[in-house]
């Protein structure tokens, strides 16, 4: 037992030094948690439904349940379908990205990008208030996340693939990846796609943001730089998301 943590520790250190798939296994890992306590709750209706109320965003019950608007990108809907296509999705892109930026920006990008999933949802709610639509919509999966990995392509490319060798081969196999993850709300008319794209324009610009290297060369300035935009990033998220859904700071 010692033994083979020693040996899951050690390949860890390995794939984290080399910038391996650390963080997207992790998040995957934690959706697919979530996931099965989902389906094996199912039966007892009332454990079901409040597992789900205080993971699912929903602006009309965001002033009582505000963490939701962070725990619903580890949620997904009933069957394989939805959380399947989400995570080889999150797989393939995620890796890319969580190579490209570091572990920890990438996930500073992909979790303040689920919260512009949820102020997409939010948006959206405040400008057609009385629509059925926007008042019983809600974010129910890793969809709003995961585009702001797709928004995150832009800056990335711009800075680090314009000269790669590889750079058609990747961009035709996200390009592919993108326009399947487009067509969900087609295949699935219950998908938000107001958290797509509230996590696509998120991810674009907090990528830009976090990613900008300054003048100055020193790397701990760096760091600390990134890490005051991270914070900053959250808070604006936080208090946009509060302002539409009509709560009070």
């Not at 020693?6 to 030094?17: D, P, V």
């Not at 993108?178 to 295949?187: E, G, M, T």
């Amino acid at each position: 037992m010692g033994r083979g943590m020693r040996r899951l520790g050690q390949r860890l250190g390995i794939a984290w030094y080399r910038r391996g798939p650390v963080i997207t296994s992790v998040l995957i890992g934690l959706c697919v948690i979530v996931w099965i306590i989902e389906e094996v709750t199912t039966p007892f209706p009332r454990v079901h439904d409040l597992f789900l109320d205080n993971g699912i965003f929903a602006p009309i019950a965001f002033a009582s349940r505000p963490w939701t608007a962070m725990t619903s990108v580890f949620f997904h809907a009933p069957g394989l379908m939805h959380i399947g296509f989400n995570m080889v999705t999150l797989w393939f892109l995620g890796s890319f990205i969580e190579k490209e930026l570091g572990h920890w920006t990438y996930l500073a990008v992909y979790l303040i990008s689920g919260l512009g999933g949820s102020m997409g949802i939010a948006l959206y709610s405040r400008l057609w208030p009385r629509s059925v639509a926007s008042t019983m919509i809600s974010a129910y999966g890793a969809s709003g996340a995961i585009f702001g990995l797709f928004g995150a392509l832009i800056p990335v490319y711009m800075t680090t693939l314009r000269g790669s060798s590889n750079r058609k081969s990747t961009l035709v196999s996200l390009s592919i990846l993108a326009v399947l993850s487009v067509l969900q709300p087609i295949v699935g008319p219950h998908i938000a796609w107001q958290a797509h794209v509230g996590g696509f324009v998120t991810g674009w610009i907090v990528t830009a943001l976090i990613g900008w290297r300054p003048a100055w060369r020193s790397r701990l300035r760096w760091l600390t730089w990134r890490v005051w935009i991270t914070l900053a990033c959250i808070v604006v998220a936080a208090v946009v998301i509060v302002v539409l859904c009509g709560c009070t700071l």
